[in-house]
């Protein structure tokens, strides 16, 4: 729960478009909305923030305390978090930066808000520097108006496809650095594995929740009207448990990517992306016909 200095800085920021007084004032703050890594609460946290090209920079400074700040913990549990930013609401990738990168980073912020350095010049832990990232892919864009059912399921299906696409290129980048990196005396390479974690946990996550969300609610719902599909609803449901199992293989493989056999990770990530894209193909052709006549968003309960 937000202390009850958290929660007025909180209400003022949202009364005020995120205009906050008394010490906050003039600086630059956000809302960040994470899911707890043990309760699976939403917690909402003030923080400072750095922009840096298209991503908002926070870092886990939790005033120089010998301990990371509870919404860095949990960002590493749950990558997907949600920015409150002016009068702008919107999900967003966490990144904790690594390495070069990371010092890179960290460098800009202490530019810019020189006060970082002296919380790190207090403790003995490294500052996590994170990088807010909006959650869509490059190249990925909401339809202007969504009005069908139909219209939505499409539009959550193209994200993940979208979010497949950016974890493939990033795997790449990574392991294409890690051979670049080999020999005697070769530096280390950059810093890709937690941005790699972050982003697969990420997609992984969301399309749990996506399946979850058919399996119990939309599925059953759509059965009652149509019990001539209950071989496709089957198959579906399998599709999801045969998904779900690739997944887990993939989040263990993640856990030593930084010495993972290429070729086995390449292996395991093809596999999940022709799975999920015949699952996906089948599953539109099959029900969104029977949801283009049903409105998005549905009408508030009477």
Known sequence: MP????????DEFRASAGKVGGPFEGADLLLLTTTGARSGKETTTPLGYVRQA???????????APRHPDWYRNLLAHPVVRVEL????????????????REELF?????????????????????????????EPEGWEPSREITTLAGKVMEVHTWLRGQLHQVKAEVDAHFA??????????????????QIRQRCLAFCQSLQFHHTSEDDH????????????????????DEHRTVARTQGELVALLAD?????????????????????AHLDYEEEQILPLLADVP???????
């Open 3 to 10: 202390t009850s200095f958290n929660q007025s800085v909180i």
């Open 257 to 277: 990517i930084g010495i993972t056999d290429p070729e086995r990770f390449h292996t395991e990530l093809d596999r999940m992306s022709t799975e999920l894209n």
């Open 177 to 194: 650095a890690r051979a670049a990196h080999r020999g005697p005396g070769a530096p280390p390479p950059p810093g890709l594995e937690l």
């Open 107 to 135: 460098a800009h912020a202490v530019r810019t808000a020189p006060g970082y350095a002296d919380y790190q010049a207090r403790t003995s832990r490294l500052l996590p520097v994170v990088a807010l990232e909006r959650a």
């Open 296 to 302: 998005w968003p549905p009408a508030p309960p009477m």
């Open 54 to 64: 298209d991503a908002l920079l926070v870092i886990g400074s939790n005033l120089g």
């Open 218 to 237: 939309l599925f059953p719902g759509i059965a009652r009207y149509h019990p001539h599909l209950t071989d496709t609803f089957a198959r579906l449901a």
């Open 86 to 101: 002016g009068t702008r609401t919107f999900q967003a990738l966490a990144v904790p930066a690594q390495g070069a990168w």
